[in-house]
């Protein structure tokens, strides 16, 4: 069954279509990346989703059944901007959100124990929330989207304030959660973090739904005729085939441009005469290249025109 059926959904605010007639089919257990660039609509797709706002036109189904507000309590979602109360204590923050759903006291001081110990705050249990870091907010932030258990998780720049350790412990957590089935709508400006964590993107834009899919198969859709090569000695200068394009080379590794509609063959037998061969493989597109080619490179965030560090 899918978790998630959105059917034709339009969202207008005054003269402003922040979104335009998408629909969407999320099924159960998978990770999906919601990508797009600032204003395209995912904020208020995500508003919808979570009831926070609500459509002008079209249907939302969760699990086959209308949205309706007992969804609410099988959804977790962490805004980017925190939403804590500053001023409660840790524990007591957690427990009071738990009974909001539903929970015994006794339960509820039972899951946020378990969650203060995993995220490493029990020591910080009894403190008020504002004498915490922002990456402890954070993770305070992503104990109370999760300990309730829901099968759907909505994670807005979960990492945002985190230093790398606890960026991966949540890291760890989420793959967890992923494994044990909950659907997980990851938004992010990271490409290379809905590349590590995602098995599905939709990419919207000014309001429309532009591209959705497998990333493996979208990938692939968007490849070019790239190839790169590994070579076991330095590389000299090499004969090519006519039209074909050298795009990089370092000592033992090089990426050719065949001409569209060519088949890597001539080029394999060309270099095989030339060098020792211990690798030729087809270059895929990245996330990053695909959302350039989709939406325009004015597009990218700050995050997004930095290349991501291998």
Request: charged fraction near 25%.
């Amino acid at each position: 069954m899918n978790l998630l059926e959105i059917d034709r959904v339009v969202k207008r605010y005054q003269t402003k279509l922040a979104v335009d007639d998408i629909s969407l089919v999320v099924p159960q257990g998978v990770v999906l990346g919601l990508l797009g660039p600032n204003g395209a609509g995912k904020t208020t797709l995500i508003r919808m989703l979570t009831r926070i706002t609500f459509p002008d036109s079209g249907h939302i189904r969760f699990l086959g059944e209308p949205l309706a507000e007992k969804h609410q309590a099988q959804t977790g979602y962490m805004p980017e901007e925190r939403g804590l109360y500053k001023k409660m204590k840790v524990r007591e923050h957690l427990v009071y959100l738990l009974t909001l759903k539903d929970f015994s006291p006794a339960k509820a001081g039972q899951m946020a124990d378990h969650w203060l110990g995993r995220m490493g705050l029990a020591d910080w249990a009894h403190r008020k929330v504002d004498e915490l870091s922002k990456g402890m907010q954070q993770k305070v932030q992503f104990i109370q989207t999760v300990a309730h258990n829901p099968p759907l998780l909505i994670l807005d720049e979960p990492f945002s304030g985190l230093d790398p350790l606890n960026a991966q412990l949540i890291e760890n957590t989420i793959r967890e959660l992923a494994a044990q089935g909950t659907t997980i709508l990851f938004s992010t400006h990271r490409m290379e973090q809905v590349e590590q964590f995602c098995e599905h993107i939709a990419l919207v834009h000014n309001g429309k739904l532009v591209l959705n899919g497998p990333i493996a198969d979208i990938r692939r859709r968007y490849r070019k005729s790239l190839y790169r090569i590994h070579t076991a000695e330095p590389l000299g200068t090499l004969t090519l085939p006519v039209g074909t394009h050298e795009e990089s080379r370092s000592r033992n590794e090089a990426t050719f441009r065949l001409p569209d509609g060519t088949g890597p063959q001539a080029l394999v037998e060309a270099l095989n005469r030339q060098v020792t061969l211990e690798r030729f493989e087809l270059v895929l597109p990245s996330l990053r290249d695909i959302f350039i080619e989709t939406v325009g490179a004015e597009n990218l965030t700050a995050e997004q025109a930095q290349p991501a560090l291998v």
